[in-house]
């Protein structure tokens, strides 16, 4: 049997090999998909801040006092809903950029 010399090279190859071949199982249909799902979410946000300040304006004055602390916990929710969803569209949206970003390696003269 024949000694074979594994060089770091062929490891370093065969890594990145088994990485792609993980990361590579998530299709454009599916990032679509998925950013598809959040900008309705968004929209969706963006709704239910317009029906809270409508519910914030309907209230009455004697009611003020006792309903502000509520739904300024509730908007400050909300806001941070959205905030967490723009993150997270831009997480999904560099991911998809690197995963089907071709790399281009320099060769050495």
Do not use: W
């Not at 010399?5 to 679509?32: P, Y």
């Not at 309907?58 to 300024?72: E, H």
């Not at 400050?76 to 995963?99: D, F, P, T, V």
């Amino acid at each position: 049997m024949e000694k074979q010399e594994i060089s770091e090279e062929i490891v370093k190859n065969k890594i990145l090999e088994i990485l792609s071949e993980q990361t590579s199982k998530v299709k454009r249909e599916d990032f679509a998909r998925v950013q598809f799902k959040i900008e309705e979410l968004q929209n969706s946000l963006c709704e239910t801040f317009k029906e809270l300040r409508k519910l914030e304006d309907s209230v009455p004055n004697n009611l003020k006092t006792l309903t502000n602390g509520r739904i300024s916990g509730i908007s400050l929710s909300l806001s941070n809903a959205q905030k967490l969803l723009i993150q997270l569209k831009e997480k999904i949206k560099q991911h998809k950029r690197n995963l089907y970003t071709q790399q281009v390696e320099e060769k050495k003269k």
